[in-house]
């Protein structure tokens, strides 16, 4: 009786109240609710994904069939080294992001190759490992940053420095660069690294050879560089009139009959990226396939000069579970064709170039 007393009360208060007052109250009850429900859905965890993190995130923790940590075995078997430029908006823009996002814990383990002595980042943030190869001969005025000539400074550092050449694997990324290494350890573990292997997102020169886009990332064997001719990669530039160094790289491989190996969780464009050629929602149905449904693991990604993305792509991918599902076979190493004399990125046999374009996307998988 007295909650209905209490409650016949509050109509007649709202009743006797002023029209102003009434409609004012009325509009405080709709806001409220508008607010609540934007909250609640801004706090959804497919909301989350579609915003850039408003702090670092961390790395999912990597479950290898290991008893050593990440780290361990990243120092223990592979060399990282990043060519970037002191020019404005690499080095000093980049690196931080580096260092928050994918590299954190690795910072130390980084091979930094430049072109001044400049040792810190926006910030004052440290850049470990610092290599100025100006020092040592390399241009820092060409349109190229002198790129072919650091590549020079990490080879002939992993073919004959002593600490180097213990390890198995190398990989050579740029400042723009987004990688996962427990992926990237997974893959090259399951290889005999004592073979020529060379391992990128293949693209297709109108020449009639392939290169690996320098862009992700580029991995390399112990292999590799055992029986790497160091006069002969000296030579490539000139004999295909190329100062890019990935391009070289292609005609060095062309050259000494190395097979390059694709593989479609490399990638110069992120699934998401204008010009990529791929859905807006394409990355969002990758993410939301838990577990995971493809037949590859994201190894290495670039941002292609927008690094500060860095964050939400670590966020949607770098926490994930990379076990695939059943019936779902991991193959690192499809199939990809060239279409000579056009220019293109190696795509998948079932792929047309008329129904998906030269640079599309999908045509990977």
């Not at 009743?15 to 709709?30: C, D, E, K, M, Y």
């Not at 008893?67 to 002191?86: P, Q």
């Not at 941002?303 to 599902?325: F, P, V």
């Amino acid at each position: 009786e007295g909650t209905r007393t209490r409650s016949h009360m509050k109509k007649r208060v709202f009743a006797a109240a002023p029209l102003g007052l009434q409609r004012n109250a009325v509009l405080l009850f709709i806001l409220g609710i508008v607010l609540g429900l934007s909250i609640g859905y801004y706090l959804l965890p497919s909301n989350k994904l579609m915003n850039k993190p408003t702090s670092e995130t961390a790395t999912r923790p990597w479950k290898p069939n290991h008893s050593a940590t990440l780290r361990e075995l990243i120092e223990r078997d592979i060399g990282l080294a990043l060519l970037t430029t002191d020019k404005p908006g690499y080095q000093d823009k980049n690196i931080p992001i580096l260092y928050k996002t994918w590299l954190k814990g690795f910072e130390d383990l980084v091979d930094v190759v430049s072109d001044s002595d400049n040792k810190t980042a926006e910030g004052g943030v440290k850049i470990h490992n610092h290599m100025n190869a100006a020092r040592l001969g390399c241009s820092s005025t060409d349109k190229q940053f002198g790129l072919i000539c650091k590549n020079n400074v990490m080879f002939q550092k992993w073919m004959f420095d002593a600490p180097s050449k213990s390890k198995k694997w190398y990989f050579r990324f740029m400042d723009d660069t987004w990688a996962h290494l427990g992926n990237l350890y997974d893959l090259v573990s399951k290889l005999d690294h004592t073979k020529p292997y060379v391992i990128g997102d293949k693209w297709c020169h109108r020449d009639g050879w392939t290169y690996p886009s320098g862009g992700p990332g580029i991995i390399f064997s112990r292999g590799f560089f055992d029986v790497f001719n160091l006069t002969e990669w000296a030579a490539t530039p000139a004999k295909f009139i190329s100062t890019v160094d990935d391009v070289s790289l292609g005609g060095y491989l062309k050259n000494m009959g190395v097979v390059l190996l694709h593989h479609y969780g490399i990638s110069q464009f992120p699934p998401f990226w204008p010009g990529s050629g791929a859905p807006v929602n394409t990355l969002e149905k990758m993410v939301a396939a838990q577990p995971w449904n493809w037949p590859w693991r994201p190894i290495a990604w670039h941002m292609s000069g927008h690094s500060e993305n860095m964050y939400r792509l670590h966020d949607m991918i770098g926490h994930l579970d990379y076990e695939a599902k059943p019936g779902v076979e991991i193959e690192p190493f499809p199939p990809c064709f060239c279409y000579f004399p056009e220019y293109h990125r190696c795509i998948a046999q079932k792929s047309k170039i008329k129904d998906c374009g030269f640079w599309h996307w999908d045509c990977h998988f």
